[in-house]
């Protein structure tokens, strides 16, 4: 096979698995019977109002012989388009900075203190933010006639507007009233946690009335489907809505499938979570196990989207209080303490169909970070570890590179020998391979196995919150974001020319001028990639030169020996003396009758000659001395009878 071919062969391959990676990790599997369209315009169904409302299964299975309070009465204008401004409460602690607005009690936004933000070091990362261009809230409240919702007015008990969690506290506990109705009075109370991400959002319902409530409440994260500022130009990750249940595991609910209509997922179940997903975080309502609940997803207007769970409080009686508590998880996705928090909810970390691989190889990366304290240096230790493994199979692509490298004249001589009949240079080109053991495709298939953990690679070291802002040394202080003096794609670029030098040169002058271009323009795409990507891409790329070079050195070398064994075969040849035979046999003594049949043929040559030659009588002079001196022995007969004659 042609140089051309096993190149576009290994292109071809690589971007097939590069889209099918990217059409798995945006697929959504089917789900059971028990699904929910995300904007059914259906006015019979409820569950599809603005405001969140329990469907039959989950209230019929909640409400008994008792009435479900006011669920026909709520009114879909609860839910606005825009948001209403109340008094801000400021809670601080040793991970975040939230900011809680009175106006529904909700958690307008939120900063990550240990993640700076991409415009401001000196700042942390807004998480949850209410501006007009970019917003994500987190909103909770009740469902029922004259209970408290999103969009009720709070108050702040003991008016304390400002919360820090001190030296030697565990918590902070954040309590708001909301105005009694008709004998009940709910309270809403936040509680924050030191060295923790998640906040529980608690609602305590005190029922004075005289009949029995069977209120249900509602978490949902409301957003915008833009991606957060910062996002790679070329490499994008998922922004939107995911759960996971056990039975369907983890999904996606894209907000292109919201806008159309299309969007499927399970909706109630007694196990998972719901979540707002962007690169390296997410926000997430975190039910309890083994309670049931109700998930939703839909589009409320334009660019705006919403997901969340519908919980079932449980009957409230008479001069009773009940609560019903969610945890609410806001801040990175750091692999091994999402997996303690909520069984799947380390799969937000979304390697797609390659999770099974990308998991070890996050696990490696983190042990060497262990030991060097440098994501940096990790990510050269996983490079050369992965390089190890794949060393013989690297070898075997490398070794039948080298033998196409040098028999690339002898195939360019069957190329220019058929030039005129390509079916027979064909054949006369695979007639070659076979005579030369050398195998075409030995050097794309040892590569396409390796394809897929490279790509495993790829998506590990993109979607791990852990490289952002983690820096390498000198200039380059956080591997998350492309090289800003773009020294490691330039380097890249020239590796992939050495390594091109290295691979056999193509015969037809297009073939070879594709290949020299071809190192310019892929390591155009590095300029784009972060610098994390690069450096790996780049150790890789240099520990393959250096195996390369190797292997092809050993068979040039090889060769050279060979074709000068030949030559030297060839000379000894050449310089090789006459058989042996024919010198013994003129030296051996002959005998009488031999030495009188020579003479005889002797003269007989001499007297034809003289007849021919009579006009150089010199030359019949010497001749006919010539015959006559062997023909002195008088007693050979034969002699005699040439003389009468």
């Known amino acids: 096979m042609e140089t051309k071919k096993l190149l576009l062969i290994i292109i071809f391959s690589t971007s097939l698995l590069f889209l099918w990676d990217s059409w798995q990790k945006e697929l959504y599997p089917s789900t059971s ?53 109340g008094e801000k409460i400021q809670v601080r602690t040793d991970m975040i900075i939230a900011e809680i607005d009175t106006a529904g009690g909700d958690i307008r936004q939120l900063g990550l203190l240990e993640h700076p933000a991409r ?72 509680t924050f946690h030191r060295g923790s991400y998640v906040i529980d959002v608690e609602f305590e319902i005190a029922n004075h009335s005289e009949t029995t409530l069977i209120p249900f409440s509602y978490f949902q994260m409301l957003r915008d489907p833009n991606e957060p500022v910062g996002a790679g130009a070329l490499v994008h990750s998922y922004t939107g809505a995911a759960m996971y249940t056990d039975d369907e595991k983890f999904l ?54 919403t997901a969340g769970v519908i919980a079932p409080v449980g009957a409230v009686e008479p001069d009773q209080v009940r609560s019903i508590s ?30 099974v691989l990308a998991k070890p190889l996050f696990w490696l990366l983190s042990f060497y970070h262990s030991w060097t304290d440098n994501w940096g240096i990790a990510i050269i230790l996983l490079t050369l570890t992965v390089k190890l493994i794949f060393f013989p199979l690297s070898a075997a692509g490398y070794r039948s590179m080298a033998k196409l490298r ?7 001589r069957i190329r220019e020998q058929y030039a005129s009949d390509r079916q027979r240079m064909h054949q006369a080109m695979m007639e070659f391979y076979k005579e ?68 056999p040169t193509p015969a037809d002058p297009m073939q070879a001028k594709i290949m020299k271009i071809m190192p310019i323009a892929f390591s155009i795409f590095f300029f784009f990639f972060p610098a994390g990507l690069v450096l790996y891409s780049l150790c890789n790329n240099i520990l393959s030169i250096a195996q390369q070079w190797q292997i092809t050195r050993m068979y040039e070398n090889k060769a050279a020996e060979e074709e000068a064994n030949k030559d030297k075969n060839k000379k000894k040849i050449k310089n090789s003396p006459e058989p042996a035979k024919e010198s013994l046999q003129l030296a051996a ?15 007989a040559g001499a007297a034809v000659s003289s007849e021919k030659n009579e006009k150089t009588p010199l030359k019949q002079a010497t001749a006919s001395n010539k015959s006559k001196s062997p023909a002195k022995p008088k007693s050979s007969p034969v002699a005699k009878k040439t003389r009468k004659k």
């Open 436 to 503: 030369e053991k050398i195998n075409p495709m030995g050097g794309c298939l040892p590569i396409l196995v390796q394809i897929p953990v490279f790509i495993a690679l790829f998506w590990t070291l993109l979607a791990a919150v852990e490289l952002r802002y983690a820096p390498l040394a000198l200039w380059i202080t956080d591997m998350s974001v492309p090289d800003p003096y773009y020294v490691l794609p330039v380097i890249m670029g020239v590796s992939m020319w050495i390594q091109s030098k290295l691979s």
């Open 252 to 305: 996606k609910i894209k907000f292109s499938d919201l806008d159309k209509n299309k969007a499927e997922y399970p909706t109630n179940a007694d196990n998972g979570w719901i979540a707002m997903l962007e690169h390296y975080f997410l926000t997430a309502w975190l039910p309890e196990p083994g309670t049931p609940r109700e998930y939703f997803a839909k589009r409320l207007a334009p660019n705006q989207y």
């Open 33 to 85: 019977s028990q699904v929910m369209s995300g904007t059914t315009s259906d006015p019979s169904n409820q569950r599809h109002d603005p405001l969140p409302v329990p469907g039959d299964e989950l209230a019929s299975s909640t409400s008994g012989s008792a009435t479900v309070s006011g669920i026909e009465g709520v009114s879909p204008s609860v839910t606005p388009n825009l948001f209403t401004i």
């Open 119 to 190: 415009e401001d070091i000196s700042k942390p990362y807004e998480l949850l933010l209410d501006k007009t261009a970019r917003f994500q809230v987190a909103q909770s409240g009740l469902i029922g006639d004259g209970l408290p919702n999103h969009k009720t007015k709070f108050t702040v008990e003991d008016n304390k507007y400002s919360y820090q969690l001190e030296s030697g506290q565990e918590k902070v506990v954040v309590r708001l009233v909301a105005p009694e109705a008709d004998g009940v009075q709910v309270t809403k109370i936040y």
């Open 589 to 603: 003594p002959l005998d009488n009758e031999e030495a009188n049949t020579s003479a005889t043929g002797a003269e």
């Open 406 to 412: 040098v028999v690339t004249p002898k195939l360019q």
């Open 326 to 355: 969610m945890p609410f998880y806001a801040g990175p996705q750091e692999q091994n303490k999402l997996a303690e928090l909520a069984p799947g909810l380390d799969l937000t970390v979304d390697y797609g169909w390659l999770t």
